[in-house]
Nanobody, 115 residues
Framework: QVQLVESGGGLVQPGGSLRLSCTAS????????MGWFRQAPGKQRELVAS???????EYDSSVTGRFTISRDNAKNTVYLQMNSLKPEDTAVYYC?????????WGQGTQVTVSS
């Protein structure tokens, strides 16, 4: 029932920007904390940004000042604007609910930052 569909990834040069989108269904989106996670090769999935239903945001120190999470509850969509991208941002990015374990993860979207 729960579905999470990510899009917007791609290949960019260091310093470039991408905007990721995630559409959700199967739960009451507007009252759920949503987050963006990433998983690099050989590493565990990590939470990089979260946003409450009312719009309170938190960021991992590695992305603070560069990434912005936002949401549109009318569209059941959460976004991640990524600026000043670095090679270490390379990973598969997933959206999900930080307080739901296990989450029904989507396919994710690949972000590759390379020259």
């Amino acid at each position: 029932q729960v579905q999470l569909v990510e899009s917007g990834g791609g290949l960019v040069q260091p310093g470039g920007s991408l905007r990721l989108s995630c559409t959700a269904s199967g739960f009451i989106f507007s009252i759920n904390v949503m987050g963006w996670f990433r998983q690099a090769p050989g590493k565990q999935r990590e939470l990089v940004a979260s946003i409450t239903g009312r719009g309170k945001t938190e960021y991992d120190s590695s992305v603070t000042g560069r990434f912005t999470i936002s949401r549109d509850n009318a569209k059941n969509t959460v976004y991640l604007q990524m600026n000043s991208l670095k090679p270490e941002d390379t990973a598969v990015y997933y959206c999900g609910r930080p307080f739901v374990v296990p989450e029904n993860w989507g396919q994710g979207t690949q972000v590759t930052v390379s020259s």
